[in-house]
Each structure stands twice: as structure tokens, then as C-alpha cells.
């Protein structure tokens, strides 16, 4: 996943990737750990401004940027 990705949350709330957090800052091959979302429409209860949440939360990808 990376910045400007929409995505779907495990309970259809749709959304836009507006920051990353990788799991090893630095290295190359790293995996994204934890993300920052803009959400369309009603945002998941568990959710505030300034949270990153795991990867985990998301059910999939809808559209690559």
C-alpha cells in the first residue's frame, strides 16, 4: 500500500491513504506497518485524527495510485 491508494475497512467504510509507516524505517524492503486515512463518508467508530492504525484493519484494496 502507499499514499493515495483507496481502501476498504473491514466493515465497508471507504477511504483515502494519506500517510504510511513502515515497519523497518530505512531499509529498502521494508512492509508498511501502520497507515493514516482520509475517510470518505462515516469514519470507522474506533477512529480519530491523529491515529495510524495497523494494515490489518484493512479487508482490501479498491484502487492503486
Known amino acids: 500500500m502507499k499514499v493515495g491508494d483507496l481502501i476498504?475497512?473491514?466493515?465497508g467504510e471507504v477511504?483515502?491513504?494519506i500517510g504510511?509507516?513502515?515497519m523497518y524505517p530505512g531499509h529498502p524492503?521494508?512492509?508498511?506497518s501502520r497507515l493514516k486515512v482520509r475517510w470518505?463518508?462515516?469514519p470507522p467508530r474506533w477512529c480519530?485524527?491523529?491515529l495510524?492504525?495497523?494494515t490489518m484493519a484493512i479487508k482490501r484494496v479498491?484502487?492503486?495510485a
Open 62 to 64: 479498491l484502487s492503486r
Open 40 to 42: 470518505q463518508g462515516e
Open 15 to 17: 477511504g483515502v491513504v
Open 48 to 50: 480519530r485524527d491523529d
Open 8 to 11: 476498504e475497512a473491514r466493515h
Open 29 to 32: 524492503d521494508s512492509p508498511v
Open 52 to 54: 495510524m492504525f495497523s
Open 20 to 22: 504510511t509507516e513502515m
